[in-house]
Structures are given as C-alpha cells and as structure tokens.
C-alpha cells in the first residue's frame, strides 16, 4: 500500500515539477521580452500590446501559483503531495 501511495505522489509530483518548470520558463521570456522592448526607444510610449502582455503573465502567474498551493481535495499540488508525505511518514 505504502509503495502504490509513493508511486502516485511521484507521479503527481513530476506533474507539478512540469507546471513549476513552465512557470519559469514563463518567468524568463517576460523578462526577455520586457527587456528587449525597454531597451528600444520605439516601444517607450503607451502600448495596448505590452498592456496585455504585463496583464496575461500577472494573470498566469497568480493562477499558477495558486494552482501549485492548491489544498482542495481533488488538486494535484505540492501542498497536497508534501502533507501527504508527511502523513505516511508519521
């Protein structure tokens, strides 16, 4: 029983390391991106596109984060995996 439980908390846990790593990946090209349009005189003055990018990347970290924090029962999460291994070790 113990073995079926670790398998399946491995398996979740490869699936929130993918989330996390896409979180950064995410992460680096906003930066990327941002950092290109700074250093360019062009793109200095208001811009409904870069709006939306600052917008989408607040938008998708804050549902990322919350999504890897996540305690409901029917998450996959690293709360909910770390407390479950907690568990089975006490």
């Not at 990327?32 to 607040?58: C, K, M």
């Not at 909910?80 to 006490?90: D, E, G, M, P």
């Amino acid at each position: 029983m113990r073995e079926q439980l670790l398998s399946k908390l491995v398996t979740q846990l490869n699936l929130v390391g993918n989330d996390i790593a896409d979180l950064h990946l995410s992460r680096h090209i906003y930066r990327r991106v941002t950092e290109v349009a700074g250093s360019n005189p062009r793109f200095q003055r208001p811009s409904y596109l870069f709006d939306r990018i600052h917008r989408w990347y607040a938008v998708y970290t804050c549902i990322s984060v919350r999504r890897i924090l996540d305690a409901h029962r029917s998450a996959v999460s690293l709360r909910r995996i770390v407390k479950k291994l907690l568990l089975s070790l006490a």
